[in-house]
């Protein structure tokens, strides 16, 4: 097993909620239902991405809430995945426009993130900052 298949499955284990609810008469929630966990097995599974779980604010986020995201590897550009009240993945493309994918589909979102955000490239600073920073004209 090697290192980071031993963090996914760390990952899925800390995550395991075990509150009883309803549909699950035992009261373990399997790991196959927590859809950040089936993400990010499926970024890596398809293209060897890692990926990781941080808390984010997003726009549909309310006052000082913050909500699971799903963060890339700088190649795509630190990329933040939210899920959407609990129904669409959604990440900004390069020129910053908010695009979703269904939940479900988590193939469409893979292909759909490496399209839109892989080679980025951050914008360099404007020549007129780097002259305030250096006292120059």
């Known amino acids: 097993?090697?290192?980071?298949?031993?963090?996914?499955?760390?990952?899925?284990?800390?995550?395991?909620?075990?509150?009883?609810?309803?549909?699950n008469m035992n009261g373990i929630k399997k790991p196959s239902e927590d859809m950040f966990a089936a993400a990010i097995a499926a970024f890596e599974n398809q293209r060897g991405l890692i990926f990781s779980i941080e808390w984010r604010r997003f726009p549909w986020s309310h006052g000082p809430e913050v909500e699971r995201a799903l963060v890339g590897p700088s190649y795509l550009g630190n990329v933040a995945i939210g899920l959407k009240d609990g129904w669409s993945w959604s990440y900004q493309d390069q020129s910053g426009r908010w695009k979703y994918v269904q939940r479900d589909r988590l193939d469409i979102l893979v292909e759909a993130v490496i399209w839109d955000r892989a080679g980025f490239k951050p914008p360099l600073p404007s020549r007129s900052a780097y002259r305030q920073i250096r006292g120059t004209r």
Not at 8 to 15: D, F, K, Q, S, T
Request: hydrophobic share 45%; proline share 4%; net charge positive.
């Open 1 to 23: 097993m090697n290192n980071h298949s031993f963090w996914v499955r760390a990952h899925l284990l800390w995550n395991t909620d075990l509150r009883p609810n309803a549909g």
